[in-house]
C-alpha cells in the first residue's frame, strides 16, 4: 500500500522568507509525486510532478521541489515567500505499474505567509 | 476547454435520501475518479474509471455507485444518505497513454454535500 506523510499541520514563515513545506511517501515501487494548492472553497490546482529524470523539479509561481530517493521526500520550496501563497497544500503519490488508479494525497499543509 | 465540471455546487440532503453528483470533462480524458475531502484527512478515493464501461473502487466505496457510460461523464450515486457522507467531493480526470503530460490529475471545483 502507498501513503504520503505531512508532519507539519500549520507552516507559518515572513513575507520574503524561504518556505519548505515537507512530505514523505511510501510506495512498493516507483513513484509518481505531485504537489497541489488548494485555495478557499476551490478544487486543487496542479503546482508541479516529478516522474523520472532530473531531482529538482520546477512548477508554477515560482515553487520547486526535490525528489530524494533515500530519504523517500519531496518537499517543496520557494525561495521567496508572498502573502498570496497562503493556502493548503497536498502531496500526492501513485506508484508507477501499481492497482489502482488515482492518487493517495497527504493531509494537507496549511501554509500562512506573515506580512 | 472547460476542463472538469462539477455540478451542483452546493447540495443539502436529508438522510436516507438518493442523489447523484455530476461530472464531465472536455479534454478527452480516458481515467476519471471521484475523492472526498474531510478536514484533516486530504483527498480519499472513492471509485475511479480507466475508460467508458470501466471502474473499479477506490479507498472508501461504501455507500456510492458509480458508471461511465462515455467517455465524458462520470456520475456519483449516493444510494441512501448518511450524515458520515457530509463532505467535500472532487471529481479528476487524466489522459491515457505515453508521455509525461498524461499523468497530471486535473480537479474540478468540488461539491459541498451536506445530509441532515
Known amino acids: 500500500a502507498q501513503s504520503v506523510a505531512q508532519p507539519e499541520d500549520q507552516v507559518n514563515v515572513a513575507e520574503g522568507n524561504p518556505l519548505t513545506v515537507k512530505c514523505t511517501y511510501s510506495?512498493?515501487?516507483?513513484?509518481?509525486l505531485f504537489w497541489y494548492v488548494q485555495y478557499p472553497n476551490r478544487g486543487l490546482q496542479f503546482l508541479l510532478k516529478y516522474i523520472t529524470g532530473d531531482n529538482l523539479v520546477k512548477g508554477s509561481y515560482g515553487f520547486e521541489a526535490e525528489f530524494n530517493k533515500s530519504q523517500t521526500s519531496f518537499h517543496l520550496k520557494k525561495p521567496s515567500a508572498l502573502v498570496s501563497d497562503s493556502a493548503l497544500y497536498f502531496c500526492?503519490?501513485?506508484?508507477?505499474?501499481?492497482?489502482?488508479?488515482?492518487?493517495?494525497f497527504g493531509k494537507g499543509t496549511h501554509l500562512i505567509i506573515q506580512p | 476547454n472547460a476542463g472538469v465540471t462539477q455540478t451542483p455546487k452546493f447540495q443539502v440532503l436529508k438522510t436516507g435520501q438518493s442523489m447523484t453528483l455530476q461530472c464531465a470533462q472536455d479534454?478527452?480524458?480516458?481515467?476519471m475518479s471521484w475523492y472526498r475531502q474531510d478536514p484533516g484527512m486530504g483527498l480519499r478515493l472513492i471509485h475511479y474509471s480507466v475508460g467508458a464501461g470501466i471502474t473499479d473502487q477506490g479507498e472508501v466505496p461504501n455507500g456510492y455507485n458509480v458508471s461511465r457510460s462515455t467517455t465524458e461523464d462520470f456520475p456519483l450515486r449516493l444510494l441512501s444518505a448518511a450524515p458520515s457522507q457530509t463532505s467535500v467531493y472532487f471529481c479528476?480526470?487524466?489522459?491515457?497513454?505515453?508521455?509525461?503530460?498524461?499523468?497530471?490529475?486535473?480537479f474540478g471545483p468540488g461539491t459541498r454535500l451536506t445530509v441532515l
Open positions: 479528476a480526470s487524466r489522459g491515457a497513454g505515453g508521455g509525461r503530460s498524461t499523468d497530471t490529475q486535473y
Open positions: 500526492a503519490v501513485r506508484e508507477i505499474g501499481g492497482g489502482a488508479d488515482g492518487l493517495t
Open positions: 479534454m478527452n480524458h480516458e481515467y
Open positions: 510506495v512498493s515501487g516507483n513513484p509518481y
